[in-house]
């Protein structure tokens, strides 16, 4: 029996290697790192008799947690040095004995003294699980184009973002932390509307919100009076007063109808300005709650932790639905630079299937969080 749980840990230990490599792009010795481990695994314990701390069973440290504080710290005191410097480290004593007994108290640390949140859900949950196979599907959709075309590739790239951002509030929520959640979901509401605009307003709308982010990036740049010149000569065209407010919005004004709404329908800001023109303006007030705790204060303790997961939920939904729909555009327009043309053509069908199970899944939300 003995002979076989080795087999099994053996076996174990070296999957978790080899998928730390892939994650990292770090390949080292397995021979230093199992003998870490050893190492480690004697240093928990006496760490945790040191602390008085009794588990209960199956809350220990398991066999991939350990190797993985182990990977990554190496991965940290290492990855800038050169091979044989980090080659140097691994057979320096004093490294390893710092390595042992760091990881050591940090496991013991972060596993068993911290105070564990309860969450309303958890990673394995239909609704997180199905938001996180919407974006998994669309990350993998997006990293089939290829080619030299600065609109595609930057629209790729915003796209990701967005995707990416989803998957870290789904984390939030995962983790119990819903008000945060909120607040990230606020930020992504922008882009959300960005991407609207740049996809929907005409081709060129591209270039002139890159030409615009210049604005953005000027301390430093060797261009920087050339572009404050031109930053000025932009304000007196367009009889802008606030500087500032063109900085961040002003690339809207060559949307069509907005120079001749401005003042009146339009303003160089969210509310009357971006999220306007993106066809937003009804999800103002969802926008204005999550920015209502983005500082501290009293709604951060008034409200439920459940309104905040349900309001994330729903939200997100909306803005998964109005990104893919942008994705299945893209997709359409730039087919022919793509890996996955197959994957292009059945994108709207497979995406609408996993926004049907997430709506099922909100009415589930729904009925066990009632309105009070």
Not at 152 to 176: C, P, Y
Not at 226 to 249: G, I, P, S, W
Not at 262 to 280: I, M, P
Request: charged share 25%.
């Amino acid at each position: 029996m003995t002979d076989i749980i080795d087999r099994m840990e053996k076996s174990i230990f070296e999957a978790q290697c080899a998928r730390l490599a892939r994650l990292t792009g770090h390949a080292y010795d397995l021979a230093f790192i199992g003998g870490m481990y050893t190492r480690v695994k004697e240093q928990y314990l006496e760490e945790l008799a040191r602390r008085k701390i009794r588990l209960r069973p199956l809350d220990g440290a398991r066999l991939d947690e350990i190797v993985g504080y182990i990977w990554y710290y190496h991965l940290f005191h290492t990855s800038h040095l050169s091979q044989e410097l980090a080659k140097k480290a691994e057979s320096d004593e004093s490294y390893r004995d710092a390595l042992v007994r760091d990881v050591a108290v940090r496991i013991v640390i972060n596993e068993h003294l911290n105070v564990n949140k309860i969450s309303n859900t958890s990673e394995y949950s239909p609704e997180i699980a199905t938001f996180n196979m919407a974006c998994s599907y669309s990350l993998f959709l997006l990293g089939g184009f290829k080619g030299a075309d600065a609109r595609m590739n930057g629209l790729n790239n915003l796209f990701k973002k967005s995707l990416v951002t989803i998957k870290s509030i789904l984390q939030l929520l995962a983790a119990g932390n819903s008000c945060d959640a909120v607040i990230l979901w606020r930020h992504l509401h922008e882009l959300e509307c960005v991407l609207i605009v740049l996809c929907t307003r005409g081709e060129e709308m591209f270039g002139h919100y890159v030409r615009h982010m210049e604005y953005l990036n000027m301390d430093g740049n060797p261009r920087a009076a050339q572009l404050q010149e031109r930053l000025a000569e932009e304000c007196k065209a367009f009889a802008v007063k606030e500087r500032n407010a063109f900085v961040n919005y002003g690339w809207l004004v060559y949307v069509e109808g907005f120079r001749e709404g401005f003042g009146k329908e339009y303003r160089l800001n969210f509310k009357d300005g971006l999220q306007k023109v993106a066809g937003q303006s009804a999800r103002h007030a969802a926008y204005a709650a999550a920015s209502k705790i983005l500082h501290p204060s009293a709604w951060v303790v008034a409200i439920r932790d459940d309104k905040f997961y349900k309001f994330v939920n729903f939200e997100l939904a909306k803005t998964l639905a109005n990104i893919a729909g942008l994705i299945g555009r893209y997709a359409a327009r730039y087919r022919g630079s793509s890996a996955r043309p197959a994957e292009c053509d059945g994108y709207a069908r497979t995406i609408a299937g996993y926004l049907g199970t997430i709506a099922r899944n909100n009415r589930v939300i729904a009925a066990k969080y009632p309105e009070n």
